[in-house]
């Protein structure tokens, strides 16, 4: 398997900071790397796939980036709808995802 | 639009076999490229790809669960179930399908189930 590790496990923010998300393989996935977010109770939302495409209808304010072993999910300002668990999942080889980011407030 | 449901038992035994459908609308599993996927997480803990099964009947399993799991699809009933053998308390989850759409190489989930929370206990 694959091993996608995320850090920090949990951050604490405010309204309005600019937070990065850091996700790494175990080995190269090329740009195979997704992110969702999940709030408590619900299923997981899909925010970007390809290490960089934004889905539609997601903030523009998330941006990812990175190929390989290194990605980063940033949130550039966040808003009170953003505190939530973040994932990420890579499809490279079989599907396996990370620990999950637990972002709240500060 | 895409829409996805699971339904099956909520309480299921230790050893028994727990049986899930996840019945969907708004795709064809016969489209080239589109895929479905089975995911659980577990009370307070992470989501874990239990497996994927694509239009073209292809089928990836966690290598952990591999020997436990079976995903099988009808088309003309849009429907994909899955089988996991010998249940035991820490098969205790939400057991999400959800939907994958051509995408190249790439597998994303863009559109998930309600998920269904199955608990083993005797």
């Known amino acids: 398997d694959i091993q996608m590790t995320q850090s920090p496990s949990s951050l604490s923010a405010s309204i309005g900071d600019r937070v990065t998300i850091v996700c790494r393989a175990s080995q190269s996935i090329d740009t195979s790397l997704n992110w969702y977010q999940q709030t408590a109770g619900k299923a997981p939302k899909l925010l970007i796939y390809g290490a960089s495409s934004l889905q539609s209808g997601v903030p523009s304010r998330f941006s990812g980036s990175g190929s390989g072993t290194d990605f980063t999910l940033t949130i550039s300002s966040l808003q009170p709808e953003d505190f939530a668990t973040y994932y990420c999942q890579q499809s490279y080889s079989i599907i396996t995802f990370g620990q999950g980011t637990r972002l709240d407030i500060k | 639009q895409v829409t996805l449901k699971e339904s099956g038992p909520t309480l299921v035994k230790p050893t028994q076999t727990l049986t899930l459908t996840c019945t969907f609308s708004g795709f064809s599993l016969s489209t080239t490229g589109v895929a479905v996927g089975w995911i659980r997480q577990p009370p307070g803990k992470a989501l874990e790809c239990l497996g994927v099964?694509?239009?073209?009947?292809?089928?990836r399993y966690s290598p952990s669960l591999k020997s436990r799991l079976t995903i099988t699809k009808d088309t003309s009933k849009n429907q994909v179930v899955l089988t996991m053998t010998n249940m035991v308390p820490l098969d205790t989850a939400t057991y999400y399908c959800?939907?994958?759409?051509?995408?190249?190489?790439?597998?994303?989930?863009?559109?998930w189930g309600q998920g269904t929370l199955v608990t083993v206990s005797s």
């Open positions: 959800a939907h994958s759409p051509p995408s190249g190489f790439d597998y994303y989930f863009d559109s």
């Open positions: 099964i694509y239009w073209d009947d292809d089928k």
